[in-house]
């Protein structure tokens, strides 16, 4: 049974830092992009980053609104994948989920939720002003 289960959520002030981490198991991911989606309260769910799969470190693209703030990272040996989120801003209060698919990282900005492969349970961001 596939899962992915996401941690390091929580309430933070604003301009302050989480890091968020998401355990795979029960396949091996390779050639799979993983990546984070969020969603708010009363909001559509959106696309933050997501990493490719390379052998030596995949490649990483992110969401206009949280470039430059948000580093995200994976560990092929361990299945994981991590996401730095630095300079939060209340704005970010979501509750993160953890995502993996064959769809290439490049291409998760415009990919359709409905069709992601797995999704974790997701874990609660909140921001503070």
């Known amino acids: 049974q596939v899962q992915l289960v996401e941690s390091g959520g929580g309430l933070v002030q604003a301009g302050g830092s989480l890091r968020l981490s998401c355990a795979a198991s029960?396949?091996?991911?390779?050639?799979?992009?993983m990546g984070w989606f969020r969603q708010a309260p009363g909001k559509e769910r959106e696309y933050v980053a997501a990493?490719?799969?390379?052998?030596?470190?995949?490649?990483?693209y992110y969401a206009d609104s949280v470039k430059g703030r948000f580093t995200i990272s994976r560990d092929n040996a361990k299945n994981t994948i991590s996401l730095q989120m630095n300079s939060l801003k209340p704005e970010d209060t979501s509750v993160y989920y953890c995502?993996?698919?064959?769809?290439?990282?490049?291409?998760?900005?415009?990919?359709?939720?409905?069709?992601?492969?797995?999704w974790g349970q997701g874990t609660q961001v909140t921001v503070s002003s």
């Open positions: 990493v490719t799969w390379r052998l030596s470190g995949g490649s990483a």
């Open positions: 995502a993996a698919d064959t769809a290439d990282g490049s291409r998760w900005n415009v990919l359709p939720f409905g069709s992601v492969r797995y």
């Open positions: 029960g396949r091996t991911f390779e050639n799979y992009a």
